[in-house]
């Protein structure tokens, strides 16, 4: 997906995204909370950065774990906690 834009341009997609993650080493409630959020009981938090999400866990004061990365154009939801947001009419539509 990146080579589309270049060597230059990826450079510094990922340079942003490294940068968006490694703020979690100093700030790890910088993020998201998925349970305030989204009214689901986990202990999951997420960033947007660059287009996609990180889902991660604080395990402790000097641990981060991220858990997982979707593209916006993802359904996380789906994927993650197996919850369905799209309607009836778009999944007939793409037959999914």
Request: proline residues 1%; neutral net charge; hydrophobic residues 35%.
């Amino acid at each position: 997906m990146l080579k589309s834009y270049g060597e230059k341009e990826t450079g510094k997609i990922i340079k942003k995204i490294t940068k968006g993650v490694r703020q979690l080493e100093i700030f790890p409630q910088s993020g998201i909370s998925v349970s305030s959020n989204y009214d689901i009981d986990c202990d999951y938090h997420y960033i947007f950065v660059e287009r996609n999400y990180f889902f991660y866990r604080i395990k402790d004061k000097n641990t981060v774990l991220i858990l997982d990365m979707f593209n916006e154009k993802e359904d996380f939801m789906r994927r993650l906690f197996g919850i369905v947001t799209t309607s009836q009419e778009t999944i007939d539509y793409w037959k999914e």
